[in-house]
């Protein structure tokens, strides 16, 4: 029958664990995961830093609220304190902007005042409104953010600013600040490669951010618990997913399967299913050897076209903070950048300029003074390649006491962080992503390879919650392909 398919996941992060627990509820037993490396999580991954825990990977619930199923899962799991549980938090709508409490911080270390900042902030966050609001109505006047943001900088910069040509400095050294932190959130190298016509795709929930007390691992531990002990194959790698496959035909085995999975260790699998769950940068990275046959054009272009970039976290341990006691986010102004560009020219020389600054790890009672630095594109991507020693070495107006930072680009089975919707991409790319192989067949042989992960999820791309409902989606499409397909042989229980 339908459940005895033999279905094999590969991927154990959150939308692997997805799919494998939907498909489980629905009676499908022959259910395996396989797991490159020795644990589940993927990108979602809790760390240590002396006696605190830190978040390697992804950080917040990004708008936890009822529709959002990561919350309504850490709810269930009791994960959340009070406060993010509140009806109250759940209610607050700000477009997925968090409310941080800055300060600012000159390259020199000078502390600028908030009189200054605030208005550039406000004049900023108006541009990035502007800019996702194409989405519904095209005709956007320029391919990218980055280069739509800088236009309009130069253009409407008020009279004021210019008047005062010592601030005016600094406040384009702030704009610059702001771009290169809208490149840690989106995951590129720079605003210029993230497509103008498509950012207002990705949609926000309401709720104010908030994190795992104890961890955001936790959360896979829970759903990790509810999984058979013995689902996930770790140490695995798979190198290749031969679908469309006849090889081990009626003629010679008697049972034949359409998908062989090969593993890197030369084992083989035979399935029937085979759900996809790997990063976009590894399919990136893999693309002429992953799948054989290759997938159809459309689809491997759009893996090609689609963005997938690298936001990094440095972890820094102070005796003292330098400061304020109210402060969530810490700002670096680089005062002689006066020129908008969110990219380094020199990046060996320079990598440490595209550090956006710091969140500050509350509550200070439990973490002590420890900042999360974020840093993103082809800077950090050269970060990861230096020692810590020469990371800590950059930056000598500042004496840390402990280091620890993500290393996502050189992770082999991440290749990075996450997706954006690139320069002339759209949602098309996004369904191209998540088309399953083959789309249509004889019954038998339709749905050999479906795709799920974060990438392949049109309006929460980037996210956790993306890609766990992804992951749903998936496991819904094979329950649904059985319990509408009468007569193949197939009912769900
Ligand atoms: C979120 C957040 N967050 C920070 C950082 C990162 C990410 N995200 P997985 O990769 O998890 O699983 C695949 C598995 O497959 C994995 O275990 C592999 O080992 C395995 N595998 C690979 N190759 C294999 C092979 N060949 N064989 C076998 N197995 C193989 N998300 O909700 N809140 O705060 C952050 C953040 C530094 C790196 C994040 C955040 C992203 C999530 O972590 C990520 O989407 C999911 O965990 C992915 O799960 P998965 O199962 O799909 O893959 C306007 C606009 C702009 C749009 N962006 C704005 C949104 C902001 C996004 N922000 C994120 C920010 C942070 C800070």
Request: proline share 5%; glycine share 10%; hydrophobic share 35%.
């Amino acid at each position: 029958s339908a459940t005895d398919s033999q279905i094999y996941i590969v991927g154990c992060g959150i939308a692997g664990i997805g799919v494998a627990q939907k498909l489980l509820k629905h009676g499908f037993h022959n259910v395996h995961i396989i797991e490159a490396t020795a644990r589940s999580g993927g990108r979602i991954r809790t760390g240590r830093l002396g006696d605190n825990i830190v978040e390697i990977g992804a950080n917040w619930i990004h708008g936890p609220s009822k529709e959002n199923p990561v919350f309504r899962l850490a709810c269930e799991y009791q994960l959340l304190d009070k406060e993010s549980m509140s009806e109250e938090n759940q209610a607050i709508d700000i477009g997925g902007h968090p409310l941080f409490v800055p300060n600012w911080f000159t390259s020199s270390g000078r502390k600028l005042g908030l009189e200054t900042m605030g208005p550039v902030v406000e004049f900023y966050m108006k541009l990035l409104e502007r800019s996702q609001q194409f989405n519904d109505t095209g005709g956007e006047p320029l391919p990218s953010v980055g280069e739509f943001v800088k236009a309009e900088v130069e253009r409407l910069a008020p009279e004021e600013w210019k008047e005062d040509q010592n601030n005016f400095a600094v406040k384009m050294a702030m704009i610059n600040t702001l771009l290169k932190l809208e490149c840690c959130v989106s995951g590129t190298h720079t605003m210029d490669d993230v497509g103008l016509g498509a950012f207002g795709m990705y949609k926000t929930l309401p709720g104010l951010d908030c994190t795992f007390p104890g961890g955001y691992e936790g959360l896979i531990d829970h759903m990790m618990k509810e999984l058979p002990k013995d689902i996930v194959l770790y140490n695995k790698p798979v190198k290749c997913i031969h679908w469309n496959y006849t090889k081990n035909g009626p003629k010679t085995t008697g049972t034949s399967f359409p998908v062989m999975i090969e593993c890197v260790n030369g084992e083989t699998f035979a399935a029937d299913h085979v759900i996809v769950t790997v990063s976009l940068g590894y399919l990136k990275k893999h693309q002429s050897t992953f799948l054989s046959p290759p997938p159809p054009l459309h689809k491997l272009h759009s893996i090609q076209r689609m963005g997938y970039g690298t936001n990094n976290k440095i972890f820094l341990e102070f005796e003292q903070p330098f400061w304020d006691e109210d402060c969530e986010l810490i700002y670096l102004i680089w005062e002689d950048e006066t020129h908008l560009s969110d990219v380094v020219s020199n990046v060996k020389m320079s990598w440490i300029r595209k550090l956006i600054g710091f969140t500050v790890l509350k509550p200070t009672e439990r973490y002590g003074h420890v900042l999360c630095g974020w840093i993103a594109g082809r800077e950090s991507e050269y970060m990861e390649t230096l020692s810590e020693h020469e990371v800590l070495h950059r930056n000598p107006s500042l004496t840390p006491r402990k280091l620890l930072r993500s290393q996502w680009f050189h992770d082999p089975y991440s290749c990075g962080s996450y997706t954006y919707v690139a320069k002339g991409c759209s949602g098309s790319d996004i369904d191209n992503l998540a088309e399953p192989l083959p789309l249509k067949g004889s019954n038998s042989k339709s749905l050999q390879v479906l795709f799920a992960g974060e990438a392949t999820h049109r309006s929460f791309f980037s996210t956790v919650h993306g890609a766990l409902l992804s992951g749903w989606r998936e496991a819904e499409r094979l329950i649904s392909h059985y319990t509408s397909a009468s007569g193949s042989g197939g009912r769900i229980r």
